[in-house]
């Protein structure tokens, strides 16, 4: 059973930044598109970056591009989110999976909360 577990997450002033961070357990990710995804409160969870098997392909969404860079360690099975310039709208739950979601395991880890104070 493979288990995604994030972490990095917290308090931070605007302006401010914080490096997340996503470990695989069970099975190596190294066949699968790895993305980051996030959920605000009364929100959906939407994709905000996500990194080809070997990292030639990145993609940001509009609201994180330039501010958020993510990178993979595939020797290490883990994925992270690098998240500078911070607003308080970046203030959500953080979770990481394939991209699309579902391919390594059944559901999502715990995610890390991220709170961006103004």
């Known amino acids: 059973q493979v288990q995604l577990a994030e972490s990095g997450g917290g308090l931070v002033q605007a302006g401010g930044s914080l490096r997340l961070s996503c470990q695989a357990s069970?099975?190596?990710?190294?066949?699968?598109?790895m993305g980051w995804f996030r959920q605000a409160p009364g929100k959906e969870r939407v994709l905000v970056a996500s990194i080809s098997r070997f990292g030639p392909t990145i993609y940001y969404s509009d609201s994180v591009k330039g501010r958020f860079s993510i990178s993979r360690d595939n020797a290490e099975n883990t994925v992270y989110l690098q998240m500078n310039s911070l607003k308080p709208e970046d203030t959500a739950v953080y979770y990481c999976?394939?991209?699309?979601?579902?391919?390594?395991?059944?559901?999502w880890g715990q995610g890390t909360q991220v709170t961006v104070s103004s």
């Open positions: 999976n394939t991209n699309p979601p579902g391919l390594l395991t059944t559901g």
């Open positions: 069970g099975r190596t990710f190294i066949g699968y598109t």
